[in-house]
C-alpha cells in the first residue's frame, strides 16, 4: 500500500495515527537538529518531520539525502504542530516520520514548482507535467473537469444523448481550412479533419436521434492569431422539431445551469438584440455589456458646419467615457495616439471634455458652439465629468475602431469585472458575407444555416437584406457559442449551394450525401455549439485558453514538448504515396 491518505487530508481530528503518505519532496527546512519536508500531492501539502530527539537512528541522515521533487513514501504518527500555519488546510499537524522510502529520484527541475513560479511561458510549456503540478495549473485542469461534468449531466438530464462522430472525415467547412490526413489504402486521397461535426449532427437528426451532444475536439488550419488553438474543444448540440426560440431557451438553461454551479451566480437575464442593433450600439457582433458607453452617432447634430473631416464622413460616432474629462492634455494627446496606431488605424480622435461646471471644451471649439456640443453629450448619453470620443469615417471602419476604444477604456477603468457575468443572444445574423477581395458571398455561419421564413426570395435580388435563423451567445464581450435553423430540404440546400458559387457537380460532390440524406425524411432541426476551452477560461475569471488545456499549442501552432508538427521519413512518406518538393 503506497498511501494510507493523500496529503490534503489530515486534520487535528488524526492526531495520534499511524498514517503512510506519498507524493513530491516540494520544499526541505534543516536546522540541524530539526528538518521539515513538504511533501505534495495533487491534493494538497502535508509537513513531514525529522528531529534528533524523537525521530529513529538514521533517518534524519536518509533525509537530508531527499532533493527537490523526489518521490517518496513516507510512514509515521500524526502529532501537534508546535507553530501552527493556518494557511493551508493541513496546518495545524505534521507527520513524525518513522520510514522513508525512495521511489523515484528526481533531477532538479528547471522552474519552481510553487504557485509563484519562477518560470517564463515557454520553459513551463516546454515541462507541462512539471507544471501542472502547480495549483494554478492543477486547479484549472480540475475546474474544467468540473464544468464537462456540470455539462454533461445537465445535457443528460434534459435528454440529449452523447454520441461520437468521426475525426477522419471530408471537409466540413467552418470557414478555416482543413488538417487533411493522407489515406496510405487510398493513394492520392486525404481525410480532412472535422472543422466541427456540423454534418453528422444534421445526419443524427435525420437518423432520428432527436438531441444530441457532443464535447468534441475540432480542427482548424487558421492564420496564427493570439490565443487560438489548431485543435479545440466543442459542446456541440442538435435539436429536432424545434424552433429558435426553443434551441435559446434550453441553451439559456444550460448557461445558467453552469453559471449558477460553477460560479455561484444566479442569471435569469438573457437580453436579446439582434445583429444590427449590436453593431449600431457597440461597433461589433459580440458585445460586452457589463458597462454602458454606448455608441451615440453623431451625423445629424455634427454634419452641419465647416467641418469637413465630419461632413465628408459616412459616420460621425462617439462614446461616454465615465469620469474621463480629468484626462490631462498629455493623456488625451496619448490616447489619440493609441487610436491612431496601425492595430485601431483611426485618422484622428475629437474629444469633449464635460466639465462639471455645465460647460464643454473641445478640440474642435473652432466649428462647434456649446449648443453643438450639448447635443453630442445627449446623442452619447455623457454627464458632467465625462470625455466624449468622436471617430469619423466609413461606417464598418469606424465602428470596429470606436469599439476597441471603448473596451480599451473599459479595461483601463476596471469595469470589465472578472466575476461579473453578463450573457446576451445575438440574434438575426445576415445569412451571406461579402468577400470584398473577391466579390463574392459567403455563408456568414455556414452553408447549411436557413434564411429567415420569407427571406429566400431575397437571394436574387437583395443578398445582403437576407438575415438568418442564426444565433451567438455571448458573455462579457466573447462568442461563446453560436447555432442556427439549419436547412432540411435538398431544393433550398441547392439554391444555397448555388449562391454560394458552388456549380451542381461540386456540391454533389463535396455534400451529396447530405442533400440523398434529406430526401428520405429530414426533420425540421437547428444546433448550437459552445467553444468549451474559451467558456471555462471566462468561468473561471481567466483569458488565456493556453492554461485551461492540459497540453496546449503555443501560439505558432506548436507542441514544443513533444517538438510537432515534424519531419516524417522517406519511408513513411512513400507509403503515403506522398513526395517532398525537393524529391520531386
Ligand atoms: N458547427 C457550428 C460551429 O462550429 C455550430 C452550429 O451551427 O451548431 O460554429
Given at each position: 500500500?503506497?498511501r494510507?491518505?493523500?496529503?490534503?487530508?489530515?486534520?487535528?481530528?488524526?492526531?495520534?495515527?499511524?498514517?503512510?503518505l506519498?507524493?513530491?519532496?516540494q520544499?526541505?527546512?534543516?536546522?540541524?537538529?530539526?528538518?521539515?519536508?513538504?511533501?505534495?500531492?495533487?491534493?494538497?501539502?502535508?509537513?513531514?518531520?525529522?528531529?534528533?530527539?524523537?525521530?529513529?537512528?538514521?533517518?534524519?541522515?536518509?533525509?537530508?539525502?531527499?532533493?527537490?521533487?523526489?518521490?517518496?513514501?513516507?510512514?509515521?504518527?500524526?502529532?501537534?504542530?508546535?507553530?501552527?500555519?493556518?494557511n493551508?488546510?493541513t496546518?495545524?499537524?505534521?507527520?513524525?516520520?518513522?520510514?522513508?522510502?525512495?521511489?523515484?529520484t528526481?533531477?532538479?527541475?528547471?522552474?519552481?514548482?510553487?504557485?509563484?513560479?519562477?518560470?517564463?511561458?515557454?520553459?513551463?510549456m516546454k515541462?507541462?507535467?512539471?507544471?501542472?503540478?502547480?495549483?494554478?495549473v492543477?486547479d484549472?485542469?480540475?475546474?474544467?473537469?468540473?464544468?464537462?461534468?456540470?455539462?454533461?449531466?445537465?445535457?443528460?438530464?434534459?435528454g440529449?444523448?452523447?454520441?461520437e462522430?468521426?475525426?477522419?472525415?471530408?471537409?466540413?467547412?467552418?470557414?478555416?481550412?482543413?488538417f487533411?490526413v493522407?489515406?496510405?489504402?487510398?493513394?492520392?486521397?486525404?481525410?480532412?479533419?472535422?472543422?466541427?461535426?456540423?454534418?453528422?449532427?444534421q445526419?443524427?437528426?435525420?437518423?432520428?436521434?432527436?438531441?444530441?451532444?457532443?464535447?468534441v475536439?475540432?480542427?482548424?488550419?487558421?492564420?496564427?492569431?493570439?490565443?487560438?488553438?489548431p485543435?479545440f474543444?466543442?459542446?456541440?448540440c442538435?435539436?429536432?422539431?424545434?424552433?429558435?426560440?426553443?434551441i435559446l431557451?434550453?441553451?439559456?438553461?444550460?448557461?445558467?445551469?453552469?453559471?449558477?454551479?460553477?460560479?455561484?451566480?444566479d442569471?435569469?437575464n438573457?437580453p436579446?438584440?439582434?445583429?444590427?442593433?449590436?453593431?449600431?450600439?457597440?461597433?461589433?457582433?459580440?458585445?460586452?455589456?457589463?458597462?454602458g458607453?454606448?455608441?451615440?452617432?453623431?451625423?445629424?447634430?455634427?454634419?452641419h458646419?465647416?467641418?469637413?473631416?465630419?461632413?465628408?464622413?459616412?459616420?460621425?460616432?462617439?462614446?461616454?467615457?465615465?469620469?474621463?474629462?480629468?484626462?490631462?492634455?498629455?493623456?488625451?494627446?496619448?490616447?489619440?495616439?493609441?487610436?491612431?496606431?496601425?492595430?485601431?488605424?483611426?485618422?484622428?480622435?475629437?474629444?469633449?471634455?464635460?466639465?462639471?461646471?455645465?460647460?464643454?471644451?473641445s478640440?474642435v471649439d473652432?466649428?462647434?458652439?456649446?449648443?453643438?456640443?450639448?447635443?453630442?453629450?445627449?446623442?452619447?448619453?455623457?454627464?458632467?465629468?465625462?470625455?466624449?470620443?468622436?471617430l469619423s469615417?466609413?461606417?464598418?471602419?469606424t465602428r470596429g475602431?470606436?469599439?476597441?476604444?471603448r473596451?480599451?477604456?473599459?479595461?483601463?477603468?476596471?469595469?470589465?469585472?472578472?466575476?461579473?457575468?453578463?450573457?446576451?443572444?445575438?440574434?438575426?445574423?445576415?445569412?451571406?458575407?461579402?468577400?470584398?477581395e473577391?466579390?463574392?458571398?459567403?455563408?456568414?455561419?455556414?452553408?447549411?444555416?436557413?434564411?429567415?421564413?420569407?427571406?429566400?426570395?431575397?437571394?436574387?435580388?437583395?443578398?445582403?437584406?437576407?438575415?438568418?435563423?442564426?444565433?451567438?451567445?455571448?458573455?462579457?464581450?466573447?462568442?461563446?457559442g453560436?447555432?442556427?435553423?439549419?436547412?432540411?430540404?435538398?431544393?433550398?440546400?441547392?439554391t444555397?449551394?448555388?449562391?454560394?458559387?458552388?456549380t451542381a457537380?461540386e456540391?454533389?460532390?463535396?455534400?451529396?450525401?447530405?442533400?440523398?440524406a434529406?430526401?428520405?425524411?429530414?426533420?425540421?432541426?437547428?444546433?448550437?455549439?459552445?467553444?468549451?476551452?474559451?467558456l471555462?477560461?471566462?468561468?473561471?475569471?481567466?483569458?488565456?485558453?493556453?492554461?485551461?488545456?492540459?497540453?496546449?499549442?503555443?501560439?505558432?501552432?506548436?507542441?514544443?514538448?513533444?517538438?510537432?508538427?515534424?519531419?516524417i521519413?522517406?519511408?513513411?512518406?512513400?507509403?503515403?504515396?506522398?513526395?517532398?518538393?525537393?524529391?520531386?
Amino acid at each position: 500500500m503506497y498511501r494510507s491518505h493523500n496529503c490534503g487530508e489530515l486534520r487535528s481530528a488524526h492526531i495520534g495515527q499511524s498514517v503512510t503518505l506519498s507524493g513530491w519532496v516540494q520544499k526541505t527546512r534543516d536546522k540541524g537538529f530539526v528538518i521539515w519536508v513538504d511533501l505534495r500531492d495533487r491534493y494538497g501539502i502535508t509537513q513531514l518531520v525529522f528531529d534528533e530527539e524523537r525521530s529513529p537512528a538514521g533517518i534524519m541522515e536518509q533525509s537530508r539525502s531527499l532533493g527537490r521533487e523526489f518521490v517518496i513514501q513516507a510512514k509515521g504518527t500524526v502529532i501537534e504542530r508546535a507553530s501552527k500555519n493556518s494557511n493551508i488546510p493541513t496546518g495545524d499537524i505534521e507527520i513524525l516520520v518513522s520510514e522513508i522510502q525512495i521511489l523515484n529520484t528526481s533531477m532538479t527541475p528547471p522552474f519552481t514548482i510553487e504557485d509563484n513560479t519562477d518560470g517564463g511561458e515557454d520553459i513551463r510549456m516546454k515541462y507541462r507535467y512539471l507544471d501542472i503540478r502547480r495549483n494554478p495549473v492543477k486547479d484549472n485542469l480540475i475546474f474544467r473537469h468540473k464544468v464537462t461534468m456540470e455539462v454533461r449531466k445537465y445535457l443528460s438530464n434534459q435528454g440529449f444523448i452523447e454520441v461520437e462522430t468521426p475525426y477522419l472525415i471530408k471537409s466540413t467547412p467552418e470557414g478555416a481550412r482543413d488538417f487533411v490526413v493522407p489515406s496510405r489504402m487510398n493513394e492520392g486521397q486525404f481525410y480532412a479533419l472535422p472543422q466541427s461535426p456540423q454534418t453528422f449532427k444534421q445526419l443524427l437528426m435525420v437518423g432520428g436521434m432527436d438531441k444530441y451532444f457532443q464535447i468534441v475536439k475540432c480542427f482548424r488550419d487558421e492564420d496564427l492569431r493570439a490565443d487560438r488553438q489548431p485543435e479545440f474543444t466543442q459542446i456541440d448540440c442538435e435539436m429536432a422539431f424545434i424552433e429558435q426560440e426553443d434551441i435559446l431557451n434550453v441553451f439559456e438553461g444550460l448557461t445558467a445551469h453552469l453559471l449558477k454551479e460553477i460560479v455561484g451566480v444566479d442569471s435569469s437575464n438573457f437580453p436579446r438584440i439582434t445583429y444590427d442593433e449590436a453593431l449600431k450600439k457597440y461597433g461589433n457582433d459580440k458585445p460586452d455589456i457589463r458597462f454602458g458607453m454606448e455608441f451615440g452617432e453623431l451625423n445629424a447634430v455634427a454634419q452641419h458646419k465647416d467641418f469637413n473631416v465630419f461632413n465628408t464622413a459616412e459616420l460621425v460616432v462617439g462614446i461616454a467615457v465615465p469620469g474621463g474629462a480629468s484626462h490631462t492634455r498629455k493623456e488625451i494627446d496619448a490616447l489619440v495616439d493609441w487610436v491612431r496606431r496601425p492595430q485601431i488605424g483611426a485618422k484622428g480622435m475629437v474629444y469633449v471634455k464635460c466639465n462639471d461646471d455645465g460647460s464643454f471644451k473641445s478640440s474642435v471649439d473652432k466649428f462647434y458652439n456649446q449648443e453643438d456640443l450639448a447635443l453630442w453629450a445627449e446623442k452619447t448619453g455623457a454627464k458632467a465629468g465625462d470625455l466624449i470620443c468622436v471617430l469619423s469615417g466609413d461606417t464598418h471602419t469606424t465602428r470596429g475602431q470606436l469599439s476597441a476604444l471603448r473596451m480599451e477604456m473599459a479595461e483601463r477603468l476596471g469595469l470589465r469585472k472578472p466575476d461579473e457575468f453578463a450573457p446576451l443572444w445575438v440574434v438575426d445574423f445576415p445569412l451571406l458575407e461579402l468577400d470584398i477581395e473577391t466579390g463574392n458571398y459567403h455563408a456568414m455561419h455556414h452553408p447549411f444555416t436557413s434564411p429567415k421564413p420569407g427571406h429566400l426570395s431575397l437571394l436574387e435580388t437583395d443578398p445582403d437584406a437576407v438575415r438568418a435563423n442564426a444565433y451567438d451567445l455571448v458573455l462579457n464581450g466573447n462568442e461563446i457559442g453560436g447555432g442556427s435553423i439549419r436547412i432540411h430540404d435538398k431544393e433550398t440546400q441547392a439554391t444555397m449551394f448555388k449562391h454560394l458559387g458552388f456549380t451542381a457537380e461540386e456540391a454533389r460532390a463535396q455534400f451529396g450525401f447530405l442533400m440523398d440524406a434529406f430526401q428520405y425524411g429530414a426533420p425540421p432541426h437547428g444546433g448550437i455549439a459552445f467553444g468549451l476551452d474559451r467558456l471555462v477560461a471566462i468561468l473561471g475569471g481567466q483569458e488565456t485558453i493556453r492554461d485551461f488545456i492540459a497540453f496546449p499549442k503555443n501560439n505558432s501552432g506548436r507542441d514544443i514538448m513533444i517538438d510537432a508538427p515534424a519531419p516524417i521519413d522517406g519511408e513513411q512518406l512513400k507509403e503515403l504515396h506522398l513526395k517532398l518538393d525537393e524529391q520531386a
